[in-house]
């Protein structure tokens, strides 16, 4: 801080400071803030150089969040300070304002037992383990890329939105969607024969074929979301792209339209692909305990779907052809 000088009464200069400054933070409503910690003090002389650098810390404390209950918080940020022997608007107060809206707080006790916090405008990304589960992240990204409404797709400005397992506001759930797309027995009656299984990856060495379907089924983009709620709805999903994977040696896998049916239009909002049950169902195995959980997600909360091994490929032709290393 570099001196200066002002005008007293009289009109006399003199040097002003040391200046102090005093932050307000504070949160609401159901909530409690600690007085702040400093990691250097908050006193600037100004009769020389002075700039060492000083943090405060505040704690917030949530208070009343009940099993099954929803707080949400805001903070807000003042600040004022001292000098000594100055006029009173000579450094005036400051209100830097509040959260609104990327930093507003919503805490519960839905997501988890235990109650916990987060930014509320905050969208995680999901990534799928592609070394484990090519198929699935191939399907994904495919319907994702290639269809109009990009489900998930950050670039496009399309999230996902979380339906969870029960207890939505619509009373549907997950497995009902898709029972729409994926019906019982479906891969096995009428799944492509020529996807690859992978038997010796299971304990039991029993693989079966199974259905894939994306967007997600435990979303309001799932094609099997019903209207007015879904953002996507299909009566069936014979409506959806229809794709299989097949493995043609040791860690080489091809991801292929089933030329069974009617070629893709590429104005589909959903994807259906026949693959092993357990890259199927393995790949999302991960989801609520690393994913919707640590995140606190609730119904209808947005998130991304990314594959960055795909980051260099392009939907934009025709016949999409991409090799991913």
Known sequence: ????????????????????????????????????TWSAPPTWSTTGVDYHEATATFTHTVSGVQAGGIVPVQLIWKWDNTVPNQLPDAFPDGDIGNSVPDLDIRCDAVATATPGC???AYKPTWVMNFKKFPASVAHAWLTQTKLPNHPGSQTAGKPLLYLPASGSSTGRTPTQNRAA??????????????????PGNTPSGNDPLSCDEFAYAATYNSGGMPAPDGLNPVSSGNQCVQTYSQRTQTDVWHFYDDMRQAAPTWKEVCGRSTMSNWMNTQSMQPFPSQFTQPNRMLE???????????????????????TVK
Do not use: H
Request: hydrophobic share 35%; aromatic share 12%; charged share 15%.
């Open 1 to 36: 801080m570099k001196p200066l000088s002002f005008r007293d009464a009289a009109g006399e200069a003199s040097e002003w400071g040391p200046l102090t400054l005093r932050p307000k933070f504070s949160c609401a409503p159901q909530c409690a803030t600690s007085a702040p």
């Open 300 to 322: 209808k909360d947005a998130y991304w779907y990314y594959a960055p091994e795909f980051s260099g490929c392009s939907a934009t032709a025709a016949t999409v052809k991409c």
């Open 181 to 198: 797309i994926c019906p019982s027995s479906w891969a096995a009656k009428s799944g492509n024969p020529d996807t690859t299984t992978l």
């Open 118 to 120: 987060v930014f509320s």
